[in-house]
């Protein structure tokens, strides 16, 4: 079934890095790799462990290799915008992480070019290849639960990976950096409207007092054009040794027909061990009690790591080399739902409804 063999630079060789490199290496469409990191040394370690042609400290020289024909950035949250727009000015395809970019005016800059140039570009908000979200969506497009007039979602993690997002970007903020998923989410479930109006509230505490000006708890109440109201909410201030490693969430769709109600907490895989458990993203960080499932990117076992980011990826590289259809967010909704969190930090923080879209 493979239509085009491809050429894939991976731009970022940290954690998610890591990852898309290995899926890219064992994709069968894929006959050359190449990887970069700002730091040399974590280049050269990458393309040792999944066999890359080529690596470099400078992203440009792998983006621009003859062999190359499409790129993923994974670099953190607040440099996506000059290697993905490298990689359009050569037309190549990109796979971005989430979000687009920490500003509006980055997503706008990116759609511009995309747009100008005729290249595909897709930002990986992974929980889309959750399989429980999939499963979920299937039954809005196929009607059975009528028309959606409310939703609500939350996410739960602890203090220890807010602070250690906070500690790479202080930007990277539990709304900007997690809530994310969720309005993401929403708005693909809503696929056709958009919210308009966002009111929200917080509440400061364990973070302020680490460094960070950032509330530990946020709720938010979105409407979207349709009159939908949907409330989402974040903490990412529990105890450093809460069981989750990722993502303990509840998902819920109110529909005119029925209801979708997503238990995501996966506190019925509940594990005890007194060797403890290393956290999926935080090195040196061992917990006891852990809810198993709850790792955002996917869980490892038996030498492989299965689930999201594992099946995004290979959507991508599917979609890229049989044409395949894929379900991986478009810069324009990845805009929306960055302009979204935006505006609930600015309500938060200024008390008061905010208009979508934002004025400048």
């Known amino acids: 079934m493979i239509k085009q063999q ?48 080529f690596f470099s400290a400078h992203n440009r020289e792998i983006i621009a290799r003859p062999e190359v024909n499409a790129v993923i950035v994974s670099t953190s949250e607040g440099e996506h915008l000059e290697p993905v727009l490298q990689a359009i000015e050569l037309g190549k395809p990109v796979l971005v992480e989430k979000p687009i970019g920490l500003n509006v005016a980055d997503a706008d800059c990116i759609i511009a ?10 930002v990986g908000y992974s929980r ?19 028309k959606i007039v409310g ?4 996410v739960y993690n602890s203090r220890s990976q807010a602070l250690g997002q906070l500690s ?14 969720y309005v993401d989410l929403m708005n693909w479930m809503l696929e056709g409207t958009a919210p308009v109006d966002v009111f929200a509230c917080g509440q400061k505490g364990v973070l302020k ?15 979207y054009a349709d009159g939908t109201v949907v409330n989402l909410g974040v903490s990412y201030a529990l105890p450093a040794k809460y069981p989750a490693l990722g993502h303990s969430a509840r998902f819920e769709l109110l529909g005119t027909e029925g209801v979708i109600i997503l238990d995501d907490d996966h506190t019925d895989q509940l594990m005890y061990s007194e060797k403890g458990v290393p956290h999926v993203y935080l090195p040196n960080h061992n917990v006891n009690m852990v ?11 038996l030498g492989d790591l299965w689930g999201p980011t594992a099946c995004e990826t290979r959507a991508w590289l599917d979609h890229l080399s049989t044409g395949k259809r894929c379900v ?33």
């Open 113 to 122: 070019a995309a747009s100008k140039a005729g290249v595909e570009v897709r």
């Open 6 to 53: 491809l050429g894939i630079a991976v731009v970022g060789s940290g954690r998610i890095g890591t990852l898309r490199a290995r899926f890219a290496a064992e994709h069968p469409a894929v006959n050359f790799l190449a990887v970069s990191d700002l730091d040399e040394g974590n280049a050269s370690k990458l393309a040792k462990q999944v066999g890359a042609q």
């Open 168 to 181: 790479r970007n202080p930007g990277a903020t539990p709304i900007v950096d997690s809530l994310t998923y």
């Open 291 to 301: 809810f198993l499932g709850s790792g955002a990117p996917g869980d490892w076992a």
């Open 328 to 360: 991986i967010a478009t810069p324009k909704e990845a805009r929306i739902t960055l302009e979204t969190t935006l505006a609930i930090a600015l309500s938060t923080n200024s008390g008061k409804r905010v208009k979508l879209p934002l004025s400048e």
């Open 209 to 223: 007092a680490a460094g960070y000006d950032v509330d530990d708890v946020n709720w938010a109440i979105l409407t």
């Open 128 to 146: 889309r290849y959750y399989h429980r979200y999939l499963l979920a969506k299937e039954q809005v497009v196929q009607g059975r639960i009528g």
């Open 151 to 154: 939703a609500a979602a939350r």
